[in-house]
């Protein structure tokens, strides 16, 4: 595929972007290797970038949505599949003793990789990665600038957080995708490596703040779905390009947009600051009730 971006026409991309989204489809069933489907994933992601001046808004969302789907699956798969591996490795044990170690070794072993329902309340959680995190509710998830990890594209996912901090310093990718569902009242930091390529989507987001940049200041896209209320920080104004499709289908532009730019404290980027913040801001809004 490599060998025809130079030359696709960009009439001729629809049916590329499917035939190829198709064939690694196919390939996921037949025991290839996650690695090479994720290397063929970030191909096609390439090639949606050299045509995207001449592809329509709403088509661009919808093709790196396919591939942000596809993506989230290899990485899942090759978890599962390594799972699998090291259990039938293990040496056979009776069906009741299987079910009570497992029992106990969950109940042991809950880390925050595993935060699910019920509400994950007021935890200061370190984030892992693989791991999908929901339900948060006045926590914070951090990630410090470490090094990239052996694996260089996969995905985030997190979803229903509220009166919470997302604080990434950095990201144990290069390749790979962000997406956010269901958060209200949060500050949402995200500081991406140079010369990364990350696939930014929120959806169903309120009353948000929000930092989104690129070490090197390259212009980062953000995808929002649903939101209302936003707030980008102003120093991401010829930074950030928002594709707003919160307004798609309805009749009329909303009176006021979805979301805006203006100044907020960044607290120099320590999640323990802007948590206070957070809860500072909840305070006041109770004390007006």
Do not use: W
């Not at 947009?257 to 809004?285: H, V």
């Amino acid at each position: 595929m490599s060998n025809r971006t130079s030359e696709l026409n960009p009439s001729e991309f629809p049916k590329v972007f499917d035939d190829a989204c198709d064939a690694i489809e196919q390939k996921m069933g037949q025991n290839t290797s996650a690695s090479l489907l994720k290397k063929e994933v970030l191909e096609i992601f390439e090639l949606l970038r050299s045509v995207s001046d001449s592809i329509s808004a709403y088509d661009l969302e919808r093709y790196n949505s396919r591939l942000t789907r596809l993506l989230k699956r290899i990485t899942t798969d090759a978890s599962s599949s390594t799972t699998r591996k090291f259990q039938f490795k293990s040496r056979p044990q009776p069906k009741d003793q299987v079910k009570d170690d497992n029992k106990a070794q969950n109940m042991q072993h809950m880390s925050n990789a595993a935060v699910v329902s019920p509400k994950c309340v007021g935890k200061a959680l370190e984030f892992e990665t693989g791991a999908e995190y929901e339900n948060l509710e006045n926590c914070s998830l951090t990630f410090e600038n470490e090094k990239l990890s052996d694996c260089n594209s996969s995905a985030i996912h997190i979803k229903s957080c509220h009166n919470s901090v997302i604080n990434f310093k950095g990201l144990p990718f290069l390749h790979g995708s962000i997406y956010i569902e269901d958060a209200g009242s949060c500050v949402i930091v995200f500081r991406l490596p140079e010369l990364s390529h990350i696939q930014i989507r929120l959806h169903g987001l309120e009353s948000c703040d929000i930092y989104v940049a690129r070490e090197d200041s390259q212009l980062q896209s953000v995808v929002l779905e649903n939101c209302k209320d936003l707030r980008f920080h102003s120093n991401l104004r010829d930074i950030t390009k928002i594709q707003d499709f919160s307004s798609v289908g309805k009749t009329s532009a909303p009176e006021q947009p979805n979301y805006r730019y203006k100044d907020f404290d960044l607290c120099n980027f320590e999640t323990p600051a802007l948590m206070r913040c957070i809860q500072s801001k909840l305070s006041s809004q109770l004390t007006q009730i």
